[in-house]
């Protein structure tokens, strides 16, 4: 006897791919309201501005909004202000570039602004991945930088391989600030 074939509805087979969804189907979200807040992962503290809400802007529109890069660098700022006091030997990098190399880039937005308005440097590019692995990227600076204090800003923290790799490339620093635009964990 000859087996049939199962019959698959394909419905919604014609409505283009949406926004990036997480495994149970949500769109990352933000509302964009300040809620600064200090994590600890593992022996790594890192301090958050904003955090992942159920309502909100989806993050693939925040990481591509030069307006919602100039609202996450003043409320960076004043933070960094607030904490630091003293911005004398301080620079402030951004973790690397991994799928757009070209174009508008969030973090280093973010981190320009930041620099004009503390009046410290800012090193573009500083820090670059070797390899393409998310979950342990070979992380190596491209140029020396000479401030003993840094502040590392990255956009969203997931899983905070990014994070912990950068801390062990600037392990012989005086002082190393991690400061995450978006808490996603």
């Known amino acids: 006897m000859a087996r049939r074939s199962k019959i698959t509805r394909m419905d919604k087979w014609d409505v283009p791919a949406s926004r990036p969804r997480l495994k149970g189907g949500n769109i990352p979200l933000c509302d964009l309201t300040a809620r600064p807040a200090i994590h600890q992962l593992g022996s790594l503290v890192y301090f958050s501005q904003f955090k992942r809400t159920k309502r909100g802007t989806p993050f693939s529109e925040i990481k591509q909004s030069a307006d919602i890069a100039a609202l996450?660098?003043?409320s960076a700022a004043n933070f960094i202000e607030r904490l630091v006091n003293n911005t004398e030997d301080w620079c402030i990098i951004t973790t690397p570039r991994r799928r757009?190399?070209?174009?508008?880039?969030?973090?280093?937005?973010?981190?320009?602004r930041i620099s004009a308005t503390l009046g410290i440097p800012f090193y573009a590019d500083a820090v670059q991945c070797i390899n393409r692995n998310r979950l342990d990227?070979?992380?190596?600076?491209?140029?020396?930088?000479a401030e003993r204090r840094v502040i590392?800003?990255?956009?969203?923290?997931?899983?905070?391989?990014?994070?912990t790799a950068t801390a062990s490339l600037l392990a012989d620093r005086d002082f190393?600030?991690?400061?995450?635009?978006?808490?996603n964990r």
């Open 72 to 74: 996450f660098a003043d």
């Open 100 to 112: 757009n190399a070209v174009g508008f880039h969030f973090a280093t937005a973010v981190c320009e």
């Open 137 to 145: 990227p070979d992380f190596h600076l491209l140029r020396p930088i």
């Open 152 to 163: 590392v800003y990255d956009d969203i923290i997931t899983t905070g391989t990014t994070l």
């Open 176 to 183: 190393v600030l991690n400061l995450i635009g978006i808490n």
